[in-house]
């Protein structure tokens, strides 16, 4: 069973950068699409960016811009660049498989709190 594992949390300023990193215990290039999500306080789980197996990415308007997915074949791992962050970008960081239903597995998730 593959798993994700996330990492590189933490509290950042407003304007400030962060790179979160999910290590994928099986191959990265066996899920078709891969993906960050996030979810708030009081807040349903949203989809924020995936990346096709092809080499697109795609991402959610409200962060469109300011953040950026890639993904490191050799290292089974993927990463989500946010620059320029927000009050509003605080949650609790995930990712996992995307492009369709949501996922029935979820891990621990890394935090991230953007506040002065």
């Known amino acids: 069973q593959v798993q994700f594992v996330e990492s590189g949390g933490g509290l950042v300023q407003p304007g400030g950068s962060l790179t979160l990193v999910c290590a994928v215990s099986g191959r990265i290039l066996s899920i078709g699409v891969i993906g960050w999500y996030r979810q708030a306080p009081g807040k349903q789980r949203e989809l924020v960016g995936s990346f096709i197996n092809g080499g697109s990415a795609s991402y959610t308007d409200s962060v469109k811009g300011r953040f950026t997915i890639s993904r490191d074949i050799a290292k089974n791992t993927l990463y989500l660049r946010m620059d320029s962050l927000k009050p509003e970008d605080t949650a609790v960081y995930y990712c996992?498989?995307?492009?369709?239903?949501?996922?029935?597995?979820w891990g621990q998730g890394t935090q991230v709190t953007v506040s002065s």
């Open positions: 996992n498989r995307a492009g369709g239903r949501l996922p029935d597995y």
